[in-house]
């Protein structure tokens, strides 16, 4: 054990202090059709260019998607809502949005729609989003809405 201590603290100090992604996954067998996702978010310490994900749903399969916020350079904080394309036919396109809010397409981790919004949120403060699905206005299509709320729901 104590030979392990110094190459772990090594390593440590070699690639830099992070932490291993944590995935949680849950059986909905049984469940029906969910429609909705409601998440929390707490940053206790932030480094530029990291994104906190709320929630990644069907990873790697179409129609996926993922929510959360980001620290990117210097104070800028955002959060952020994507879909991928669902086929090279299909892509996913804002029908509504804030005011403060940008859009648009997105590329090189997969293609689809983006929206994000500049959002001065702080550590130690709790991040409230909330994820809607719907049939959509359109034939064969869905509707999605993402809230985010800085305070308790």
């Given at each position: 054990?104590?030979?392990?201590?110094?190459?772990?603290?090594?390593?440590?100090?070699?690639?830099?202090?992070?932490?291993?992604?944590?995935?949680?996954?849950?059986?909905?067998?049984?469940?029906?059709?969910?429609?909705?996702?409601?998440?929390?978010?707490?940053?206790?310490?932030?480094?530029?260019?990291?994104?906190?994900?709320?929630?990644?749903?069907?990873?790697?399969?179409?129609?996926?998607?993922?929510?959360?916020?980001?620290?990117?350079?210097?104070?800028?904080?955002?959060?952020?809502?994507?879909?991928?394309?669902?086929?090279?036919?299909?892509?996913?396109?804002?029908?509504?949005?804030?005011?403060?809010?940008?859009?648009?397409?997105?590329?090189?981790?997969?293609?689809?729609?983006?929206?994000?919004?500049l959002w001065n949120w702080k550590t130690n403060e709790t991040f409230h989003f909330f994820v809607h699905k719907e049939p959509g206005r359109q034939p064969d299509t869905t509707d999605t809405r993402y809230h985010y709320c800085p305070v308790k729901i």
């Amino acid at each position: 054990m104590k030979l392990n201590c110094p190459l772990i603290l090594a390593s440590t100090l070699f690639f830099g202090l992070s932490a291993s992604a944590q995935h949680f996954w849950w059986n909905l067998a049984g469940q029906g059709n969910g429609t909705c996702l409601y998440g929390e978010i707490t940053v206790l310490a932030t480094h530029e260019n990291t994104y906190y994900c709320g929630a990644n749903w069907h990873p790697g399969e179409p129609a996926g998607g993922y929510c959360g916020i980001q620290h990117n350079g210097g104070e800028e904080h955002r959060t952020i809502f994507s879909i991928w394309d669902t086929s090279p036919e299909l892509h996913p396109k804002v029908t509504e949005a804030g005011p403060k809010t940008e859009f648009g397409r997105f590329g090189g981790e997969g293609e689809g729609g983006h929206t994000h919004m500049l959002w001065n949120w702080k550590t130690n403060e709790t991040f409230h989003f909330f994820v809607h699905k719907e049939p959509g206005r359109q034939p064969d299509t869905t509707d999605t809405r993402y809230h985010y709320c800085p305070v308790k729901i």
